[in-house]
């Protein structure tokens, strides 16, 4: 525990020196550089204070209520542009300080030593800071720890940003005071606000993201991300794997169902007591959108489904799950769906909602943002289902797809038990598409799981791809200019993907910038798709991407080996490449 709170604060510290904190730093060193002498160590503790608070804490309100990532960005621009307009407006400083001054003064002071008013202006500056939070507390979050290890690791990152951070401003006060004393201080005041209500306009337009991408481009990964290696360490990412524990039900989970008979009662082990939804955020199609707790189902058989929206052999499980919700039902059968996303758009419930309804499912469905339930089943994969009986005991797993008939040989089985002798006539289950073996493994155009890409492969930052001369079987390549994120790639100028895959099926979970309708030419073996290749997004060998969800590229009569590709506009982010 002791050498992964080491390494919290040694990525705060690596954050505090990346270009992440440039948009801080004006209204860092404006505010550090007024008020009393112990005013830069007052907004350095508020700093933290909030900041701490708001990624430990708010961070999972945020993504708990499905607003998304974007939600504390919006507050920067809030802060930054208020601080910005006090600074540059001597008259609405002086409104701003009325009704505040009980409190603390938000504006400069020539008394005392400014410790209160430090701590309020620092506060505030933590909402700006706290999108800077870098992948050891995002994936500290995710485990879920609701115990002191989060919180101390937390604090510990936390206070490795302080400590840079507080030299920053001691220094930036020096400077200024020096200014000052040579009679330059209020037009100084007025530039540093200024700067800030452009800072703030930059954040509304993604400037900011545009500026750190440039720089990601001209300059060594070690200076724009001075913790990336430590962060993905094989050190660390073990001690995060053992804060969030082990399999709550062992091998069992991922072993083969138990092979039984259809219309007969099986004999299902006990692997042990089920656990409760805990964590979840909204609920849906549940009356008035109350959760559920299994005390609540106690006496119904309940089958728990882990998938996400995007998730292509998820979404083939739903028709298989829709039959059976409507056959079992009113026999004591209930299906929970528990949607934990895989990217960060999956959080937003409007988007879990339109994919709930564009699927027409009608049992209910928890959103498990912060991976809390997936925690508490121990689980690791996406689709999963755990068959829980009418006394809360887990009796059958199933990881991934196929084997619908034994899924509902158990369900029919726990019914029998639980007394329900009258079952009726079996489900009539779609006939699904199983993955065929010789398919192209599922890769992601992310840097962080990237694999079967041709060099150079997907790498963190900017930069532009040459034509790759000729794609080996089952590869993939980029062409053009991308902006590359452990999660995504964003086209730019003459973006595209060349691929040589062996699928019936092709499917690209894609976004487009502020949802607006862009158009991606879509090519195979050369030639634009033809419509009896095409898939079902696709028109006249184009498809219009706009919000985020999984696309269907390419629908074959068979599985076959051919050319993709695609060409994508400026603005468009690919994130996954699922077959089938």
């Not at 701490?52 to 708990?64: D, F, N, Q, R």
């Not at 951070?165 to 209020?186: H, K, M, Q, S, Y």
């Not at 993201?209 to 290696?229: D, E, I, K, M, Y």
């Not at 849906?284 to 109350?290: I, L, Q, Y």
Request: glycine fraction near 12%; include cysteine.
């Amino acid at each position: 525990m002791l050498l992964l709170i080491a390494f919290a604060a040694l990525a705060g510290a690596g954050t505090a020196l990346s270009p992440c904190v440039l948009p801080v730093l004006p209204a860092l060193l404006s505010a550090g550089a007024s008020g009393g002498r112990r005013r830069p160590l007052g907004i350095i503790a508020g700093l933290t204070a909030t900041f701490t608070i708001t990624v430990v804490g708010l961070a999972e309100v945020v993504h708990g209520v499905g607003l998304g990532d974007g939600t504390l960005r919006v507050l920067a621009v809030v802060v930054l542009a208020g601080f910005g307009l006090v600074l540059l407006v001597p008259a609405l400083a002086a409104r701003v300080e009325a009704p505040l001054s009980r409190l603390a003064r938000l504006g400069p002071r020539s008394r005392g030593d400014g410790l209160r008013s430090g701590l309020l202006v620092g506060a505030a500056l933590g909402f700006v800071y706290a999108p800077c939070a870098g992948p050891i507390l995002a994936a500290v979050i995710s485990v879920g720890a609701a115990s002191g290890r989060t919180v101390a690791v937390g604090l510990a990152y936390a206070a490795g940003s302080a400590v840079v951070l507080l030299g920053f401003t001691l220094g930036g006060r020096a400077v200024i005071d020096r200014l000052r004393a040579a009679g330059r201080g209020p037009a100084v005041q007025r530039a540093l606000g200024l700067v800030m209500l452009l800072t703030a306009l930059a954040v509304v337009t993604n400037a900011d993201v545009r500026f750190q991408t440039a720089l990601a481009t001209h300059f060594p990964s070690v200076v724009v991300n001075p913790t990336g290696s430590l962060e993905r360490s094989a050190t660390v990412q073990r001690r995060l794997a053992a804060l969030r524990g082990a399999e709550r039900f062992g091998a069992a989970a991922h072993a083969a169902p138990r092979r039984t008979t259809p219309h007969t009662a099986a004999r299902l082990p006990t692997l042990g007591d089920a656990p409760d939804f805990t964590g979840n955020q909204r609920w849906f199609n549940t009356p008035r959108g109350a959760p559920l707790t299994l005390a609540g189902l106690r006496g119904r058989v309940v089958l728990i489904d882990f998938w996400t929206y995007t998730c292509i052999n998820c979404l083939r499980t739903l028709p298989e799950l829709k039959a059976l919700d409507a056959r079992y039902r009113g026999q004591g059968l209930t299906i929970v769906g528990v949607h934990t996303p895989e990217f960060a758009f999956e959080r937003d419930a409007g988007n879990v909602a339109d994919a709930i309804a564009q699927n027409g499912l009608r049992y209910p469905v928890a959103q498990d943002n912060a991976y809390k339930t997936w925690d508490a089943w121990g689980n690791s994969s996406w689709p999963a289902s755990y068959l829980i009986d009418a006394r809360g005991h887990v009796r059958y797993t199933h990881v991934g797809e196929g084997d619908a008939e034994q899924t509902e040989a158990a369900i029919r089985a726990l019914l029998q038990e639980k007394g329900d002798a009258r079952l009726g006539a079996a489900a009539r289950l779609p006939a699904g598409a199983l993955p065929d073996s010789r398919d192209t493994r599922e890769t992601y155009v992310g840097s962080s799981r990237a694999e079967g890409w041709v060099a150079p492969r997907p790498s963190p930052r900017t930069t532009s791809y040459p034509p790759a001369g000729g794609v080996p079987h089952d590869s993939f390549a980029l062409r053009g200019q991308w902006a590359v994120t452990p999660e995504s790639a964003k086209a730019g100028a003459g973006a595209g993907i060349d691929a040589n895959v062996m699928a019936r099926h092709v499917y690209l979970v894609m976004s487009s910038d502020g949802d607006q309708p862009r158009t991606v030419r879509v090519l195979l073996d050369g030639r634009p798709v033809t419509a009896p290749a095409a898939g079902a997004d696709v028109r006249d060998g184009r498809l219009t991407v706009r919000r985020q969800r999984l696309y269907s590229l390419v629908d074959l009569p068979a599985t076959s080996q051919h050319r993709l590709g695609l060409r994508l506009p400026p603005g468009v982010s690919a994130f996954a490449f699922p077959f089938g």
